[in-house]
C-alpha cells in the first residue's frame, strides 16, 4: 500500500470495502461459504471431506470458481495494457451485473458463481509485472503489517506506514457490515448495489488514476 500513490490508496480501500460487502453478504445467502476468502473455503473444503464429504462440492467448486475469476482478470488486464485498471473493473461490474440478473431471477447457483468469478478477477486491479500487489480479497498481509507497525511505534519508531494497511482492513469490515444489513433487510437488491459499486470505480478510475504501463512478462 505505501508504494502507490493516493488515488491508488483511495481506490484499493474502495475495492477492499466492495470485497467486504460481496463477500458478506454472500456468505449469508449461500449457508456460511465466502465468495472471496478462498482460506476460509479451504478449510471448509477439508471439514466436509473430513465430516461431510457429500457437502464439499460446495467449497471445491468456489475455489475453481475464484481461480476461474484470477484467470479470466489476469487476461483482460494483460490485453489491456495501460488501461488495465478500468478494463477489470469493467469486468468485475458485468460479472456481477449478471450474478445480479440470475438473482432476481432466482438462480442460486449462477448468481453465487458470479459473485466468487467476480471477487478472483478483481484480485486483478493491481499488478506489477504480472504480480498483485495489493490483495484486495484477503487481509491477512495487511494485518501482519499492521501489528508491526504498532510494535515499531511501542519500540519507539516514528513510521505512519501501518496506517494505509490498517484502513484496508476497516475497509474490508465495514463493507462486510453494510453487506450484513442490506442483506438481511432487501437481500435482493445487495447483488445490484456491488455491480454498481464496481461499475462507479470503472468510471471514476480513469479520471483520478493515471495510466499505467502494460503489464511486463517477469
Not at 130 to 137: K, P, Q, R
Not at 144 to 172: E, N
Amino acid at each position: 500500500m505505501n508504494r502507490i500513490d493516493r488515488p491508488r490508496q483511495a481506490l484499493a480501500i474502495s475495492l477492499a470495502g466492495l470485497a467486504g460487502f460481496v463477500d458478506a453478504s454472500g456468505f449469508m445467502a449461500n449457508g456460511g461459504y465466502f465468495m472471496s476468502f478462498m482460506s476460509g473455503n479451504t478449510t471448509r473444503l477439508a471439514v466436509d471431506l473430513a465430516s461431510n464429504p457429500h457437502r464439499a462440492w460446495v467449497p471445491l467448486s468456489l475455489l475453481l470458481g475464484f481461480i476461474f475469476g484470477v484467470i479470466a482478470g489476469a487476461l483482460v488486464a494483460g490485453l489491456a495494457g495501460d488501461r488495465r485498471k478500468p478494463a477489470v473493473l469493467w469486468l468485475v461490474a458485468g460479472v456481477l451485473l449478471g450474478s445480479a440478473l440470475a438473482d432476481m431471477a432466482g438462480w442460486t447457483v449462477p448468481s453465487q458463481a458470479g459473485l466468487v468469478l467476480a471477487m478472483g478477477a478483481l484480485n486483478n486491479t493491481f499488478l506489477r509485472n504480472g504480480e498483485v500487489t495489493v490483495g484486495l480479497t484477503y487481509m491477512t498481509g495487511a494485518l501482519v503489517r499492521t501489528g508491526q507497525g504498532i510494535a515499531a511505534v511501542i519500540l519507539g519508531r516514528t513510521s505512519q506506514s501501518w496506517v494505509p494497511h490498517l484502513a484496508l482492513w476497516l475497509a474490508l469490515m465495514a463493507g462486510g457490515i453494510t453487506g450484513v444489513v442490506l442483506w438481511l433487510h432487501v437481500g435482493l437488491i445487495t447483488a445490484w448495489v456491488a455491480a454498481v459499486w464496481a461499475a462507479s470505480m470503472a468510471i471514476l478510475v480513469p479520471r483520478f488514476v493515471t495510466p499505467e504501463r502494460p503489464i511486463q512478462v517477469a
